[in-house]
């Protein structure tokens, strides 16, 4: 995942959880209408992939089932536009970002192929991490609002943990990525690429 991809999401997480709630209901027939256009376009997206062959086939379908994923997730975030639909729409992003990225990963071979993946799950991780902290935090707040100071300080203690189990996730993951890395050298070098990813990461 490139770094202005990865922008635009963090950017999303907080503009979801910030107006979410501002957004109307759609229509039943608006619902009904959109569902229709996701489903047509998912087998118009699908079938295109049947002239391709090998691994362009398998990256194409995953790009038709992550769109037509995220569009069901956004459809649900717009329809009912609670902090959950919106976490679960960002979720899906994540997933089906991993997903196309994982796929062309098997163009790949060797560690480099191995680097791959790791980055393509680090990057989901990183997305996935942010969105869990900022839901728990969202959901701790809306519970603390209408009650006590005590609540209000158990609220923050929430959101704080929920931040630091977010930082924990993602810095396993750059590990993994780092760690992995090391396994192209050979020798002391690689021992010395561990060491160094350990002590970045605090393993």
């Given at each position: 995942m490139n770094k202005i991809n990865m922008t635009a999401i963090v950017v999303a997480i907080g503009l979801v959880f910030s107006?979410?709630?501002?957004?109307?209901?759609?229509?039943?027939?608006?619902?009904?209408?959109?569902?229709?256009?996701i489903t047509t376009e998912y087998t118009t997206d699908k079938a295109n992939c049947d002239a391709l062959s090998g691994n362009a086939k398998d990256i194409c379908i995953a790009e038709a089932k992550g769109k037509e994923k995220i569009a069901r997730a956004e459809l649900e975030a717009r329809n009912e536009p609670t902090a959950s639909n919106h976490y679960k729409a960002l979720v899906a992003k994540a997933e089906a970002d991993y997903a196309i990225a994982n796929e062309?990963?098997?163009?790949?071979?060797?560690?480099?192929?191995?680097?791959?993946v790791k980055q393509a799950k680090a990057a989901e991780t990183r997305?996935?991490?942010?969105?869990?902290?900022?839901?728990?935090t969202s959901d701790a707040n809306k519970a603390a609002s209408d009650t006590s100071t005590a609540a209000g300080?158990?609220?923050?203690?929430t959101g704080a943990e929920?931040?630091?189990?977010?930082?924990?996730d993602t810095r396993d993951a750059d590990y993994a990525v780092a760690k992995e890395k090391c396994d192209a050298l050979t020798s002391s070098a690689k021992d010395r690429c561990v060491d160094e990813a350990k002590a970045k990461y605090g393993k």
């Amino acid at each position: 995942m490139n770094k202005i991809n990865m922008t635009a999401i963090v950017v999303a997480i907080g503009l979801v959880f910030s107006t979410g709630a501002m957004a109307q209901s759609l229509s039943k027939d608006a619902y009904k209408a959109a569902e229709d256009r996701i489903t047509t376009e998912y087998t118009t997206d699908k079938a295109n992939c049947d002239a391709l062959s090998g691994n362009a086939k398998d990256i194409c379908i995953a790009e038709a089932k992550g769109k037509e994923k995220i569009a069901r997730a956004e459809l649900e975030a717009r329809n009912e536009p609670t902090a959950s639909n919106h976490y679960k729409a960002l979720v899906a992003k994540a997933e089906a970002d991993y997903a196309i990225a994982n796929e062309k990963c098997d163009d790949r071979i060797g560690n480099d192929k191995d680097i791959c993946v790791k980055q393509a799950k680090a990057a989901e991780t990183r997305v996935k991490a942010d969105a869990e902290a900022r839901l728990k935090t969202s959901d701790a707040n809306k519970a603390a609002s209408d009650t006590s100071t005590a609540a209000g300080m158990k609220a923050r203690a929430t959101g704080a943990e929920a931040r630091q189990e977010a930082a924990t996730d993602t810095r396993d993951a750059d590990y993994a990525v780092a760690k992995e890395k090391c396994d192209a050298l050979t020798s002391s070098a690689k021992d010395r690429c561990v060491d160094e990813a350990k002590a970045k990461y605090g393993k």
